[in-house]
């Protein structure tokens, strides 16, 4: 391989391309604004399901989960004990391992913690639950420190104190950005990728306040992102003028509807029973269990061939499959208690936008680790997989959930529309590989 140049990614987690589209036509953003006229600014689509875990290592590697092996924030094993997978769980190689002679900064990209050695600094992004292991060189700890610098913001604490989360997610920004530039300008590197995660909290407790003005918090969100577009006009600044740019989301957002409860319904289908005990994983499901969800969305049958106490037989396990796909298709807004008094839709109208079996959406030698079966649902409405919900639907604190297929990509190279014109968050890498080897 042969160097040709450097490249700077910006990540916005969660920022959706129609909200960029309006702030900057309203001149909300005006540097990243204009970038995006100057450049290209296209819609982009992500991987299922639309989580940051999947989604930014399908970023960093150029492959789709069935090659990396990540399906979510949790999973589970053979014995229906969930576990939750990390960095060191990807089975394919960042884009910066791929030539180990480019110097690379990253800094809060998700799911790369535990930080590993590399050559250059990794600052992993969340979840991030031991801030000793989530910093390569350890040297940079104590400078990190010394700024309060965190990987994350208090989102359960956030619950009960809304004004308090708003100030820590600018306090959050303003350390992030000092960090950023000041490694920018201090390290060696070719490749240089960040993140801002606040975006994605943002959006789950104030997505509501985005077009409403008389909502509370509609003026701290639209100067969220005036902050946000102020930090990358600096970034662009510090980065030299032989660097490729490139700023994208992982996934997009929209209003939240209602949280539907996959598992109750997979209860109320007869595919799941409950043990004698609250469960909180597959594995305290009572043994008749035929399948069961985990986040967001992810169905998995409880066959033989695939867990130590599976009930369905393996030959029996592709027809159970085709049944719950059929089923699930015909499930209605009326099934999970709505009504027409509850929001826009009709009860008539179908949750599932789709449903997807694995092989429609994953390929590779991962796929034997992913789910059966993968849910999209209609626009606003949040799939979860609680095991002991009650009911089949309702709603918390959050006001904003994900979508898969409103996420953005901007890039200072105007020919990237005419080489992929219908992007996918996985082809960023082929991008970046492109101008740095």
Not at 229 to 242: H, K, M, N
Request: glycine letters at 6%; hydrophobic letters at 40%; a neutral charge.
């Amino acid at each position: 391989m042969t160097f040709k140049g450097k490249v700077a990614v910006f990540g916005l987690d969660g920022a959706p391309h129609g909200l960029l589209a309006e702030y900057f036509a309203a001149g909300v953003m005006p540097q990243l604004g204009e970038m995006a006229r100057t450049g290209s600014f296209q819609r982009m689509e992500t991987d299922l399901p639309p989580v940051s875990s999947v989604a930014w290592t399908s970023f960093m590697t150029g492959e789709n989960p069935g090659r990396h092996g990540i399906f979510g924030f949790t999973d589970v094993d053979e014995n229906g004990a969930l576990r939750f997978p990390s960095f060191d769980d990807i089975r394919r190689p960042a884009v910066w391992r791929k030539a180990p002679h480019i110097k690379s900064l990253i800094i809060n990209l998700p799911f790369t913690y535990p930080a590993r050695p590399l050559h250059g600094v990794l600052i992993s992004g969340f979840v991030a639950p031991l801030f000793e292991r989530a910093v390569y060189p350890e040297s940079l700890i104590p400078w990190l420190k010394s700024l309060d610098y965190r990987t994350d913001v208090d989102c359960v604490r956030g619950r009960a104190d809304r004004r308090g989360l708003i100030v820590e997610l600018f306090e959050h920004m303003n350390t992030l950005e000092k960090v950023t530039l000041s490694l920018v300008k201090s390290q060696p590197w070719d490749l240089c990728i960040v993140v801002i995660t606040g975006t994605d909290r943002l959006h789950h407790f104030f997505f509501d306040a985005a077009n409403d003005l008389e909502h509370p918090f509609h003026g701290d969100f639209a100067d969220y992102y005036r902050r946000v577009d102020g930090f990358f006009g600096r970034f662009r600044e510090s980065v030299s003028a032989t660097a490729r740019l490139i700023a994208l989301s992982d996934h997009g957002f929209t209003r939240l509807k209602t949280q539907v409860y996959v598992n109750y319904l997979l209860h109320s289908m007869g595919y799941l029973t409950s043990g004698p005990r609250a469960a909180k994983e597959p594995r305290d499901l009572h043994p008749r269990t035929k399948a069961f969800a985990l986040d967001p969305g992810r169905i998995y049958i409880n066959s033989r061939d695939r867990f130590k106490a599976g009930v369905i037989l393996p030959n029996e396990r592709k027809s159970l499959r085709a049944k719950l796909k059929e089923e699930f298709a015909q499930v209605r807004l009326k099934d999970i208690g709505l009504t027409s008094s509850d929001l826009e839709d009709s009860p008539e109208d179908r949750l599932f936008d789709r449903v997807f079996a694995t092989e429609e959406v994953y390929h590779g030698e991962s796929v034997r680790f992913a789910p059966d079966l993968v849910l999209v649902p209609r626009r606003g409405y949040d799939l979860k997989a609680a095991l002991d919900a009650d009911t089949p639907s309702g709603k918390d604190i959050f006001t904003g959930t994900h979508t898969h297929d409103d996420a953005f990509l901007i890039s200072d190279d105007l020919s990237l529309p005419e080489r992929l014109p219908r992007p996918s968050i996985r082809d960023v890498a082929e991008v970046i590989e492109r101008n740095l080897m």
